[in-house]
């Protein structure tokens, strides 16, 4: 897929391979989650615009989305309502410092699994992602 970079990370021993979709436009914020995430097993494909996110969605099969809504074509928050609506099993996390009571309760109601802001705690996102690895087994 156009845009799209696949990413594969180092090999823990006994954990099923976590395919994550990160979707932002922000290369700090896709470098420090890269580097996050780099003592799990992963594959990481990530992408910079609503469009690209859906179609990597349809083409694909991932066990978690990671999404920024300050993607462009569309408003983030509504693409995050579309996804939960087409692929409601997939664990998403969204990562975002919009402190709106308004945009907190959209995304809330969207069933969104965890929300972060792009000062993150490295530990958070590790524990999230080996849990999810646990229900994959």
Do not use: H
């Not at 990530?46 to 408003?75: H, I, Q, W, Y």
């Amino acid at each position: 897929m156009k845009g799209q970079v696949m990413v594969e990370k180092s090999k823990a021993e006994g954990t099923p391979t976590l395919r994550i979709l990160l979707a932002t436009k922000d290369d700090f914020l896709k470098q420090a989650l890269s580097n996050t995430i780099d003592n799990n097993d992963c594959k990481i494909a990530m992408v910079e615009s609503c469009k690209e996110t859906l179609g990597a969605m349809v083409d694909n099969d991932f066990d978690l989305l990671m999404v920024d809504p300050d993607l462009e074509k569309l408003n983030g928050v509504e693409a995050i309502q579309l996804i939960k609506k087409f692929w409601p099993r997939t664990p998403m996390i969204v990562i975002s410092d919009d402190s709106l009571f308004e945009t907190d309760a959209k995304i809330a109601a969207a069933g969104v699994y965890y929300r972060f802001g792009r000062s993150f705690d490295e530990q958070v996102i590790n524990e999230l992602i080996q849990g999810i690895q646990k229900r994959k087994k």
